[in-house]
């Protein structure tokens, strides 16, 4: 089992009763922008500017800087990402600005450098999940095949989303085809007609062809599943190699387990058998119940203690917005507690303040 993920459009709106709520609170000030609405909040609750105070300069990252950071990453993927809002919501929850936006994408949409520079202005790198799917959740979408990528046949659309990153100017985390090891989406190499060894091909096109046009600031995230939710399937003849990634992420997320390194190291194990790349959490989060705020606790002992993983992306979703569970750590107030005592105890990413 996984947590459901929502496919949705790259453009994004904030809710028109959270809207109104945060204005009556008089916490908010919006200004037209096209059709959707620019929210700037204000943090009463800290002296530190939030992550969308009115005149904070944010500097710019190279991509070395962001491939080789000087502390941990602390991340967040929120239903709205990355929109000021919720970023600003995951200030307050945990006291920290998080340093990674995490977002999803559908196949054919062209890439959003609105998002990608919303993320920017908020300190944050923004990582975007590259789904090659249509508008539903069928496991089996065979218009989408690998076969179909590897052969050319989305060549076109691959190239513009390449020079529209390019474009940008800016590093982009990009993680194409998550989860490949589990069997719940289009572009595992049991569904969709594919075959052993298409992802592999699959990826690897991807990749030539954003080095042919000249988009290297990418940061290429290969990203399976924590091998408890795909038992039986080997991660290295599923690993493009060295030459093609960046980082290695992991999904991984308690499910009534009591401690998060029972979820992760035995994936991480294995993937030490053939690379030593750094290694992101990519999607992390426990399920609500007793066990949580001791899993919280672990994950953040886990972080500490495991030499080469560069941080965590924590999926801060309800069921209502896409979680098999509601993951987010602000709902139980023991679980929030150790989820910011576990920041505390990182040597995290500083914010980039200008």
Same mark, same amino acid.
């Given at each position: 089992m996984k947590p459901l993920t929502v496919w949705r459009t790259s453009r994004r709106r904030v809710r028109a009763g959270v809207l109104t709520g945060l204005l009556l609170l008089g916490l908010v000030s919006c200004?037209?922008?096209?059709?959707?609405?620019?929210?700037?909040?204000?943090?009463? &609750?800290? !002296?530190? /500017? &939030?992550? !969308?105070? /009115?005149?904070?300069?944010?500097?710019?990252?190279?991509?070395?800087?962001?491939?080789?950071?000087?502390?941990?990453?602390?991340?967040?993927?929120?239903?709205h990402a990355p929109a000021r809002a919720t970023t600003a919501a995951a200030y307050r929850a945990s006291g920290r600005h998080p340093r990674i936006l995490s977002y999803y994408q559908g196949w054919k949409q062209s890439f959003s450098a609105s998002d990608a520079e919303l993320s920017y202005k908020q300190g944050a790198l923004p990582l975007l999940t590259w789904e090659p799917r249509g508008a539903n959740l069928a496991r089996d979408q065979p218009q989408y095949s690998l076969k179909r990528i590897t052969s050319g046949y989305y060549d076109s659309y691959i190239i513009e989303f390449a020079r529209d990153v390019k474009a940008t100017g800016r590093p982009l985390a990009l993680r194409f085809a998550h989860e490949m090891n589990g069997d719940w989406y289009p572009w595992s190499e049991v569904n969709s007609g594919n075959s052993p060894g298409d992802y592999v091909k699959a990826y690897r096109h991807i990749h030539d062809l954003f080095q042919a046009v000249g988009a290297t600031d990418v940061i290429w995230i290969w990203s399976p599943n924590a091998l408890r939710g795909a038992k039986g399937v080997a991660l290295k003849p599923l690993y493009p190699g060295d030459g093609y990634v960046d980082w290695v992420g992991i999904d991984g997320y308690g499910f009534g387990e009591t401690t998060a390194t029972e979820v992760l190291q035995p994936t991480l194990d294995e993937v030490r058998q053939f690379s030593d790349k750094p290694v992101l959490l990519t999607e992390t989060g426990s399920s609500p119940g007793s066990q949580q705020p001791g899993w919280t606790a672990d994950l953040f002992r886990w972080l500490k203690a495991t030499p080469n993983v560069i941080g965590f992306v924590w999926f801060q979703h309800s069921v209502d917005e896409g979680g098999q569970y509601d993951y987010r750590f602000d709902i139980n107030p023991t679980t929030k507690a150790?989820?910011?005592?576990?920041?505390?105890?990182?040597?995290?990413?500083?914010?980039?303040?200008a």
């Open positions: 200004s037209s922008g096209g059709d959707e609405a620019v929210v700037q909040v204000w943090d009463r &609750s800290s !002296s530190s /500017p &939030s992550p !969308s105070a /009115p005149g904070t300069e944010i500097k710019a990252e190279s991509k070395e800087t962001y491939l080789h950071p000087d502390g941990q990453y602390f991340g967040v993927s929120t239903f150790a989820f910011r005592h576990g920041l505390d105890s990182l040597h995290l990413r500083s914010w980039p303040l």
